[in-house]
T-cell receptor, first 117, second 115 residues
């Protein structure tokens, strides 16, 4: 399965600022997913990032708040814009199983623990 | 669309006792089923998965889960837990086909193993 390098692993940010989270995959993948895990909650899908097209956002998430870039098949960024304390969460990227891997489970980045003060 | 319900948010259990973490799902299409584990301050790890074939699937650390199609359940069990099994456990599903193959997660169950 793919290996994902996600950074930063954690950050403490001032409200009103923005943070960009990066995910680098060791193989080419068509789709990448971005999730948010609020304190004590499960994972919620923010958006699906496809290379060469606009990201698809889930209900409750908008591009102005969470712009996503997908410049190639191995890299994606998620920016959390104009942050408030309510944005304090763990953010994770994920990729589905690749060709030939069947449905062998999705791979997740190690997560970015964001605290907004 | 899919939804996943984990009925127990917290499960405390004594070491060496058996445990069952419940998971039910709802979907209009056929799905794959997964259990993920998140140890304290760590990322998500795949614990086990059901794709097809035998409805009983097992992990290398003694957990097993059984797919019950009629009850749309995928409960996770372990006959004897260890302190090191303390973690958050997430049940998840994904569609077997189609372009929207993202995972849908349950709300998670915090398993705490007591000495």
């Amino acid at each position: 399965s793919a290996v994902i390098s996600q950074k930063p692993s954690r950050d403490i940010c001032q409200r009103g600022t923005s943070l960009t989270i990066q995910c680098q995959v060791d193989s080419q993948v068509t789709m990448m997913f971005w999730y948010r895990q609020q304190p004590g909650q499960s994972l919620t899908l923010i958006a699906t990032a496809n290379q060469g097209s606009e990201a698809t956002y889930e209900s409750g998430f908008v591009i102005d708040k969470f712009p996503i870039s997908r410049p190639n098949l191995t890299f994606s960024t998620l920016t959390v814009s104009n942050m408030s304390p309510e944005d304090s969460s763990i953010y994770l990227c994920s990729v589905p199983p690749g060709p030939g891997q069947g449905a062998g489970g999705y791979t997740f980045g190690s997560g970015t623990r964001l605290t907004v003060v | 669309a899919q939804s996943v319900t984990q009925l127990d948010s917290q499960v405390p259990v004594f070491e060496e006792a058996p445990v069952e973490l419940r998971c039910n799902y709802s979907s209009s299409v056929s799905v794959y089923l997964f259990w993920y584990v998140q140890y304290p301050n760590q990322g998500l790890q795949l614990l086990l998965k059901y794709l097809s074939g035998s409805t009983l699937v097992k992990s290398i650390n003694g957990f097993e889960a059984e797919f019950n199609k009629s009850q749309t359940s995928f409960h996770l069990r372990k006959p004897s837990v260890h302190i090191s099994d303390t973690a958050e456990y997430f049940c998840a599903v994904s569609p077997r086909s189609g372009s929207a193959r993202q995972l849908t997660f349950g709300s998670g169950t915090q398993l705490t193993v007591l000495p």
